[in-house]
Structures are given as C-alpha cells and as structure tokens.
T-cell receptor, first 115, second 111 residues
C-alpha cells in the first residue's frame, strides 16, 4: 500500500530535549516536505527536499533541521524544542519536483507537545 | 498580506444544498491550484486540482479559477453530511516548488 509513515504519532516532551520525528514514503517520490498545522494558521511549510541531499527552507524553518540521506526518508529534528513548537506536524511527498507534478500525499500526522 | 486567503468559516449548509468556498491568492504568476479536504483528526487529501481559467467538474465538486481576479473557488453540490470537513485551498507560487495553503474553511452539512 502506497503511504507516508510518520513516527511517533503522539509525543509529549520537555523544553530542550532533542527529538526526531521520522518520515518514510514507499512511493519512490522525489519531493518530500514537512508542514506544521496550527489553529487559524493553516499548514505552514517547514522544510522541503527535491531529492537526496537536496533540502531547502520553507516558511517557518527556525528551530528545525532535516536531512535527506535516502530517497525514502526525511526526518525532522528538533534540536532544542520549545513550547512554541507544540503543533501538529505532517510529512508529505509527491512525484516530481515541478509545480504541476502530482498530488501531495500526507502522512497521518504527529502531534507534538512541548512542556 | 497572506499568500492564500480563504473565506472565514465555519460554513453551515443544509443537506442537499450547495456549499460555496472561496480562495484568493497574492502571487499573480501562480499556475497551480488545489483543494484539499481534511476531516477532523486526519491528514489532508486532494479532491481537486485546476490549472487553467474556467470550471472543472468532478462528480459533485466544481472548481472555478479566475487568474485575472486571482480567485479560485470550490462548489459542492448536493452537500452530504460526509462532506463535513475543513477545506484547504493550496497554491503553487511562481517559480516555487512549495505549496502555500490557506487557513481552511470548515464546512458543516446539517441533516
């Protein structure tokens, strides 16, 4: 089954404790991206990657890191989480990197709470 | 000014009626436009894409695009309770690979 898998789905952590949210897709997609979703603000892009070893900042990259060492995986790293990073996070992927190329497939979301 | 703005909700419509959702965008050179549906607690899923001016119909859904007015809309005909969800408008800005999303409009279809 074609899917984007995120882990963990739910996480409560404390300020400053490094964490990683994993994302894996099995559709051989070139493009992968991370979004956060907050009430009233919609989906905001954190980072995206157009292929292995190619990553770029989205609209709200501060406080986050990513890596793309393999095509299927795109982990999101919070080196020192803060309460303002409490949010619902979505990983997404699509085939191709042009603007009109393909539907964006989303993972099920990871709800993160930073105390 | 936000890149993508949607009419504020929530929007409540009776079963069988037409739900009309509106979206405006700021980048005049945008070429790709999408409507995603998101049920509560779930991830967004694509329901419509439109790339050229005019109407595009898919079942009970019709997307309308007017690039001159920088406006895209979604009509849901014969609304069903299963259409109750948040609808997200998404736009590809010029020469940019990202999708910019609106804040969403929540639709409730009452029986």
């Amino acid at each position: 089954e074609a899917q984007v898998t995120q882990n963990p789905r739910y996480l409560i952590t404390v300020t400053g404790k490094k964490l990683t949210v994993t994302c894996s897709q099995n559709m051989n997609h070139e493009y992968m991206s991370w979004y956060r979703q907050d009430p009233g603000l919609g989906l905001r892009q954190i980072y995206y990657s157009m292929n292995v070893e190619v990553t770029d900042k989205g609209d709200v990259p501060e406080g986050y890191k990513v890596s793309r060492k393999e095509k299927r995986n795109f982990p999101l790293i919070l080196e020192s989480p803060s309460p303002n990073q409490t949010s619902l996070y979505f990983c997404a992927s699509k085939t191709g990197t042009g603007a009109n190329t393909g539907e964006l497939f989303f993972g099920e979301g990871s709800r993160l709470t930073v105390l | 000014q936000k890149e993508v703005e949607q009419n504020s909700g929530p929007l409540s419509v009776p079963e069988g009626a037409i739900a009309s959702l509106n979206c405006t965008y700021s980048d005049r050179g945008s070429q790709s436009f999408f409507w995603y549906r998101q049920y509560s607690g779930k991830s967004p899923e694509l329901i419509m894409s439109i790339y050229s001016n005019g109407d595009k119909e898919d079942g009970r859904f019709t997307a309308q695009l007017n690039k001159a007015s920088q406006y895209v809309s979604l009509l849901i005909r014969d609304s069903q309770p299963s259409d109750s969800a948040t609808y997200l408008c998404a736009v590809n800005p010029t020469n940019d690979y990202k999708l910019s999303f609106g804040a969403g409009t929540t639709v409730t279809v009452r029986a």
